[in-house]
């Protein structure tokens, strides 16, 4: 009996489901994921392509090294400096740029620090400091933990200024927006995460639209060269798609609560 | 709290109307740590019924070493099942980071030592009790251990069942090295913390209270298939 049992389960075990079709991996941003873009993008490419494109939603830092050791075959992340480091080194091929959507400044709704009559970012993030009020950073090396940080240098407070009220959660844009949603604070998070997210609680948007906020993605082949069984010819393949008619008219009219989330601005 | 209700009340649906994505996810997750299961077992318990019979030089050290890797942190399990499995680690060129083959060998790490350890105990137990009559039989080594595994099996199958317990409510080792790609690695446990992830809570709960059924429907299955608190057994 007991070998029987045994017997089925190895074979359940070693049944694993054959794909039809071409299949690459790509790393993408908690972001980029977390907007539910993906899931209007993969269905179609899927359709036009023939093409299951496996999706490793990771923090920036992590793509990039995920990208560097050849585990995927391409990466689309937010982080511009870090990006064409990684394109200089000879780990991509090049940077294409698809699209850009916005950061937006997120905290409580009885809004302490007064974010409600920023000027612009730096004025916001001087308004928390001055309050004190308690921030919260993802803190994970992000692309949007990344931008956090200029943000904060631009806003001329240095890093070593944080006080208690700087709270880094090391997470993604998800969890800490749980987090900030549970200790009242303010966070800085992309629009898309935010209007997705699903335990609002008594945060509300403060303060958005500064240029300064807006955050583009851009899509990096990881170069052959480097690693020989990278599937280069299916990223290729992906980046026409992505750059293409088609994926402008999805992305540019992809909305959440009747907002335009992406604007796509590829050449 | 309304939290609570509500992800029982979505956990409930889901289940009635058997929606897709949570079949694929339950199957996987399944799939994974039955397999490493077994896999482990077949690893653990001649390890185990060795370690009782046999005398040699390291068999403390060996024994309190896998008693303390009952604790292995999962995460760091994946971290170094990823940096071999990684296209520039050591085993690369075998290309299974990202699939549930990685998954399995974490989990396999992981319940190991659980399952050798608690074999172990009871093996150790029985020992006692047979250890003049089998050497005064004069039987072969493989045949002590054979007579070991057979009369305890009983205590076998929870150290097994302990084993399962680990490996299907386990996430850091395969978030790691499974990556948690829709449709390819995506088990309960890595969809569980992906909807906390985006405050979806109501749906994280749900999952959760699936896991917990898929758990206690597998225990119940093994006791059933192999007879147990039967009349006439224990």
């Given at each position: 009996?007991?070998?029987?049992?045994?017997?089925?389960?190895?074979?359940?075990?070693?049944?694993?489901?054959?794909?039809?079709?071409?299949?690459?991996?790509?790393?993408?941003?908690?972001?980029?994921?977390?907007?539910?873009?993906?899931?209007?993008?993969?269905?179609?490419?899927?359709?036009?392509?023939?093409?299951?494109?496996?999706?490793?939603?990771?923090?920036?830092?992590?793509?990039?090294?995920?990208?560097?050791?050849?585990?995927?075959?391409?990466?689309?992340?937010?982080?511009?400096?870090?990006?064409?480091?990684?394109?200089?080194?000879?780990?991509?091929?090049?940077?294409?740029?698809?699209?850009?959507?916005?950061?937006?400044?997120?905290?409580?709704?009885?809004?302490?620090?007064?974010?409600?009559?920023?000027?612009?970012?730096?004025?916001?993030?001087?308004?928390?400091?001055?309050?004190?009020?308690?921030?919260?950073?993802?803190?994970?090396?992000?692309?949007?933990?990344?931008?956090?940080?200029?943000?904060?240098?631009?806003?001329?407070?240095?890093?070593?200024?944080?006080?208690?009220?700087?709270?880094?959660?090391?997470?993604?844009?998800?969890?800490?927006?749980?987090?900030?949603?549970?200790?009242?604070?303010?966070?800085?998070?992309?629009?898309?995460?935010?209007?997705?997210?699903?335990?609002?609680?008594?945060?509300?948007?403060?303060?958005?639209?500064?240029?300064?906020?807006?955050?583009?993605?851009?899509?990096?082949?990881?170069?052959?060269?480097?690693?020989?069984?990278?599937?280069?010819?299916?990223?290729?393949?992906?980046?026409?798609?992505?750059?293409?008619?088609?994926?402008?008219?999805?992305?540019?009219?992809?909305?959440?609560?009747?907002?335009?989330?992406?604007?796509?601005?590829?050449? | 709290?309304?939290?609570?209700?509500?992800?029982?009340?979505?956990?409930?649906?889901?289940?009635?109307?058997?929606?897709?994505?949570?079949?694929?996810?339950?199957?996987?997750s399944?799939?994974?740590s039955?397999?490493?299961?077994?896999?482990?077992?077949?690893?653990?318990?001649?390890?185990?019924?060795?370690?009782?019979?046999?005398?040699?030089?390291?068999?403390?050290?060996?024994?309190?070493?896998?008693?303390?890797?009952?604790?292995?942190?999962p995460?760091?399990?994946?971290?170094?099942?990823?940096?071999?499995?990684?296209?520039?680690?050591?085993?690369?060129?075998?290309?299974?980071?990202?699939?549930?083959?990685?998954?399995?060998?974490?989990q396999?790490?992981i319940?190991?030592?659980?399952?050798?350890?608690?074999?172990?105990?009871?093996?150790?137990?029985?020992?006692?009790?047979?250890?003049?009559?089998?050497?005064?039989?004069?039987?072969?080594?493989?045949?002590?251990?054979?007579?070991?595994?057979?009369?305890?099996?009983?205590?076998?199958?929870?150290?097994?069942?302990?084993?399962f317990g680990r490996a299907i409510g386990e996430v850091g080792?395969i978030?790691?090295?499974?990556?948690?790609?829709?449709?390819?690695?995506?088990v309960l446990t890595?969809?569980i913390?992906?909807?906390?992830?985006?405050?979806?809570?109501?749906?994280?709960?749900?999952?959760g209270?699936?896991l917990i059924?898929l758990a206690?429907?597998?225990?119940?299955?093994?006791?059933?298939?192999?007879?147990?608190?039967?009349?006439?057994?224990?």
């Amino acid at each position: 009996m007991i070998k029987r049992l045994l017997a089925g389960v190895l074979v359940a075990g070693l049944a694993t489901a054959a794909h039809a079709g071409d299949v690459m991996k790509m790393a993408v941003t908690t972001s980029f994921h977390n907007s539910g873009l993906a899931e209007v993008l993969l269905p179609e490419i899927k359709a036009d392509l023939d093409l299951e494109v496996q999706l490793l939603v990771v923090g920036t830092g992590q793509a990039l090294k995920l990208g560097r050791a050849g585990d995927v075959d391409a990466i689309l992340v937010h982080s511009k400096a870090a990006e064409e480091a990684f394109v200089a080194e000879g780990f991509g091929t090049h940077r294409r740029e698809i699209m850009y959507n916005d950061f937006v400044f997120i905290g409580p709704k009885d809004d302490p620090a007064d974010l409600g009559a920023a000027t612009t970012a730096s004025d916001a993030l001087q308004k928390i400091a001055g309050a004190k009020a308690v921030f919260v950073s993802r803190g994970d090396d992000s692309g949007t933990h990344k931008k956090e940080l200029s943000l904060w240098r631009a806003a001329g407070i240095a890093e070593d200024g944080f006080g208690d009220w700087y709270k880094s959660v090391g997470a993604g844009m998800g969890a800490a927006l749980n987090t900030a949603s549970g200790i009242h604070g303010y966070i800085l998070s992309d629009r898309a995460s935010w209007l997705n997210f699903g335990n609002k609680g008594d945060l509300a948007l403060l303060f958005a639209g500064d240029p300064v906020l807006f955050n583009q993605y851009a899509y990096l082949p990881v170069n052959p060269e480097k690693h020989g069984h990278v599937k280069a010819g299916l990223a290729e393949k992906l980046e026409g798609w992505l750059v293409s008619d088609r994926a402008k008219a999805l992305i540019n009219g992809y909305m959440i609560d009747g907002e335009t989330l992406f604007v796509f601005n590829a050449e | 709290m309304t939290d609570l209700w509500s992800g029982l009340a979505q956990a409930f649906w889901l289940v009635v109307t058997l929606d897709a994505e949570l079949v694929e996810i339950s199957a996987r997750s399944l799939q994974v740590s039955l397999t490493a299961l077994v896999i482990a077992s077949l690893i653990a318990m001649p390890l185990a019924a060795l370690l009782a019979v046999r005398r040699f030089r390291w068999r403390r050290g060996v024994i309190a070493i896998l008693n303390a890797l009952m604790g292995l942190p999962p995460v760091v399990v994946g971290l170094v099942v990823y940096v071999m499995l990684s296209r520039s680690g050591p085993l690369g060129v075998l290309g299974l980071l990202f699939t549930p083959a990685a998954m399995i060998i974490a989990q396999i790490i992981i319940v190991v030592p659980l399952i050798a350890s608690i074999a172990h105990q009871s093996l150790r137990d029985l020992w006692q009790e047979y250890h003049d009559l089998l050497i005064s039989m004069n039987v072969s080594q493989w045949q002590k251990m054979k007579t070991l595994l057979w009369d305890a099996r009983r205590a076998l199958l929870t150290a097994s069942l302990a084993g399962f317990g680990r490996a299907i409510g386990e996430v850091g080792a395969i978030m790691i090295v499974g990556g948690n790609i829709d449709h390819a690695t995506r088990v309960l446990t890595t969809a569980i913390a992906l909807e906390t992830g985006k405050g979806d809570f109501a749906l994280a709960l749900a999952l959760g209270f699936v896991l917990i059924g898929l758990a206690i429907a597998v225990n119940l299955a093994i006791h059933w298939l192999s007879r147990t608190e039967r009349e006439g057994r224990w």
